[in-house]
Structure formats: structure tokens, C-alpha cells
């Protein structure tokens, strides 16, 4: 079961367009996790996000947990080629998982940003 | 910064043997994990361990997988009898609580069954 949808699946901008990218559940989920990961790297934390409604800003990235904790999303603001990298989100404590408090991840993002 | 490694980087091996992947978590973490990413697939759980245990595992870690923290060190990921399918890229990471807590990954074992 696919708990985590994610979307787009690939998206390609120029330097300097806004982006947003989605994670959709049918799910309640604890927190939500981002994380970004790099070819042959493992994948790195970006936020945590726990409270329903919950905003929270890395410089140009603005996440958001929506206020029913089964959605999330990610607003890159003025992207950078640096930008560039697969964007996962991650759930934990989902009601209907049978994993307790493991971490699920989505499929991801992929982003590239051209100069 | 502290930082989880693995070893190897890659593991080539035939069907039917035996690996071992080996990590070393950040040292004050209590939460060890191991994931593996089939190319071009999500990133997928196997096994939590705490204190000298598994708390949970998926439905992925049949009995052909088993974990072991053999010393104060190391937490390693055994599989018995590989198969063409088990070929992934197998990541660990750590964690200093199980409870909304970022996870730590290593960079990944890139096992190839032939």
C-alpha cells in the first residue's frame, strides 16, 4: 500500500521560477518529515513537521503540514541550481500502517534546476 | 559533524550467497535502522532496533534477513540466501529517539546479486 503520494514525480525549472511540490495521504500521520537526497547519498533531513496547520521556513523552502496532519506540501521560492536533488517526504504513525512509528517514505520529487 | 557509515559501498555477490553490510552508527543514537531504494523505487523499511532488539520490522524482512548489534559499535544487516531481487541500494541510519525523530542515514551499500 502506497501511503504517500507525491507530486509532480519529475519537475525541470529554470533558476529563479517558484515551485511547489506535493505529499498526499489518505492517512493521519504524527509528523511529517522532508528530506532531500542526492545521487549515490543517502537522504538528508530537512524539517519536521508535527502540528496540524504547522508552517515552517529553511530560507527559501516553506513547508507546511495540513491542519487534518494527512498532507503536506514544499515551496521553493527564486530555486537554484543547488536545488537540484530528489525531494522525499516521510511519514510516521500513520493510523493505518502497520509499522508503528517507522518511518514511510513517498516515492519523491525529482527537481532540476537549470542555470 | 558526526555522520553514519557504511560499509561497503558496494557488494557485488552471486545468488544464493550470504552478505553482510556493516554500519556504524553516531555513537549516541539508541534507534538503529536499515532501508533499502530498488532503482527507480521509494525508499522502504526493513527493521528498527533498540536495545539489543528489534522493535518493528516490515513485511520485506522475511526470514532470510536477520540484524545483529554485535558490539558497542556496529549494527550489521545479514542476508542468508541472496536473491536477483534483493539488489538495492540497502541505507542505515540512526536516531536518538523513535518518536518524531529525524533520522541519520549512512550513504549506502549498493548490493548487486547476479
Known amino acids: 500500500t502506497q501511503l504517500l503520494e507525491q507530486s509532480p514525480q519529475f519537475l525541470s525549472i529554470q533558476e529563479g521560477e517558484n515551485l511547489t511540490v506535493y505529499c498526499n495521504s489518505s492517512s493521519v500521520f504524527s509528523s511529517l518529515q522532508w528530506y532531500r537526497q542526492e545521487p549515490g547519498e543517502g537522504p538528508v533531513l530537512l524539517v519536521t513537521?508535527?502540528?496540524?496547520?504547522e508552517v515552517k521556513k529553511l530560507k527559501r523552502l516553506t513547508f507546511q503540514f495540513g491542519d487534518a496532519r494527512k498532507d503536506s506540501s514544499l515551496h521553493i521560492t527564486a530555486a537554484q541550481p543547488g536545488d537540484t536533488g530528489l525531494y522525499l517526504c516521510a511519514g510516521a504513525g500513520a493510523l493505518e500502517s502497520n509499522s508503528g512509528y517507522a518511518l514511510n517514505f513517498g516515492k519523491g520529487t525529482s527537481l532540476l534546476v537549470t542555470p | 559533524e558526526p555522520e553514519v557509515t557504511q560499509t561497503p559501498s558496494h557488494q557485488v555477490t552471486q545468488m544464493g550467497q550470504e552478505v553482510i553490510l556493516r554500519c556504524v552508527p553516531i555513537s549516541n543514537h539508541l534507534y538503529f535502522y536499515w532501508y533499502r531504494q530498488i532503482l527507480g523505487q521509494k525508499v522502504e523499511f526493513l527493521v528498527s532496533f533498540y536495545n539489543n532488539e528489534i522493535s518493528e520490522k516490515s513485511e520485506i524482512f522475511d526470514d532470510q534477513f536477520s540484524v545483529e548489534r554485535p558490539d558497542g559499535s556496529n549494527f550489521t544487516l545479514k542476508i542468508r540466501s541472496t536473491k536477483l531481487e534483493d539488489s538495492a541500494m540497502y541505507f542505515c541510519?540512526?536516531?536518538?529517539?523513535?518518536?518524531?525523530?529525524?533520522?541519520?542515514f549512512g550513504n549506502g551499500t549498493r548490493l548487486t546479486v547476479t
Open positions: 513537521v508535527v502540528t496540524g496547520g
Open positions: 541510519a540512526s536516531s536518538t529517539w523513535i518518536y518524531n525523530s529525524p533520522l541519520h
